[in-house]
């Protein structure tokens, strides 16, 4: 099983709505991650956070705000989106050290639709 | 150019098949390699590193070829539970931060 967690596993929202997605790691990471996934395309990086601060922002618009309280906690507030946010918002984690064999573990994803 | 490129699939193949995919990768100076499989409309989960020497890991063994920069994935006998996207993972190095993702090869095991 998964040891990082989101919260909700699906949301539907309107335009004008604020909502935040949530995702929780419990593997003592220090390098957590936001992607987006359209259907049948591969994961597309949002952001990255390393040791709660920002290091990566890969150009998304400002509706997408991303928070990170702790090393344990990343959130995703969504404002004003469109409906071609629509996708499933992927939340990863990694250790963060320079070890060649690192790689990120994934939640379980949450399904937006935007109306 | 894409930076890893994938067997575009669908793959259809009956149960008790082996099957092989292939994938390449632009950057020379990629450091370390990963298969990962995503189930529908479930999130990517890590299958295995690949590993210099090429690994094995039951029925899945992968390769890594560093001078054509192409790295495989076999799965002998296939069950029905191995349907599923395949993704090729590439590292730049360092942190996993720069991980590079190919658009993935769609397997369905037929009973």
């Known amino acids: 099983d998964t040891e990082v967690t989101q919260t909700p596993k699906h949301l539907v929202m309107g335009m004008t709505n604020k909502k935040s997605l949530k995702c929780e790691q419990h593997m003592g990471h220090r390098?957590?991650?936001?992607?987006?996934?359209?259907?049948?395309?591969?994961?597309?990086?949002?952001?990255?956070?390393?040791?709660?601060?920002?290091?990566?922002?890969?150009?998304?618009?400002?509706?997408?705000?991303p928070e990170c309280p702790n090393s344990s906690l990343l959130n995703l507030?969504?404002?004003?989106?469109?409906?071609?946010?629509?996708?499933?918002y992927l939340c990863a984690s990694s250790q963060d050290y320079s070890g060649l064999q690192e790689t990120q573990y994934f939640g379980p994803g949450t399904r937006l639709l935007v109306l | 150019r894409k930076e890893v490129e994938q067997d575009p699939g669908p793959f259809n193949v009956p149960e008790g098949a082996t099957v092989a995919f292939n994938c390449t990768y632009s950057n020379s100076a990629s450091q370390s390699f990963f298969w990962y499989r995503q189930d529908c409309r479930k999130?990517?989960?890590?299958?295995?590193?690949?590993?210099?020497?090429?690994?094995?890991?039951?029925?899945?063994?992968?390769?890594?070829n560093r001078a054509s920069q192409y790295i495989s994935l076999l799965i002998r006998d296939s069950k029905l539970s191995d349907s599923a996207t395949y993704l090729c993972v590439v590292n730049l190095g360092g942190s996993a931060r720069q991980l590079t993702f190919g658009s993935g090869t769609q397997l369905?095991?037929?009973p």
């Open chain 1, 31 to 65: 390098a957590m991650y936001w992607y987006k996934q359209k259907a049948k395309k591969p994961p597309e990086l949002m952001f990255v956070y390393s040791y709660e601060k920002l290091s990566i922002n890969e150009s998304v618009p400002s509706r997408f705000s």
């Open chain 1, 77 to 88: 507030h969504l404002h004003a989106l469109q409906p071609e946010d629509s996708a499933l």
């Open chain 2, 43 to 64: 999130e990517p989960k890590l299958l295995m590193s690949v590993y210099s020497s090429g690994n094995e890991d039951g029925r899945f063994t992968a390769q890594l």
């Open chain 2, 108 to 110: 369905t095991v037929l």
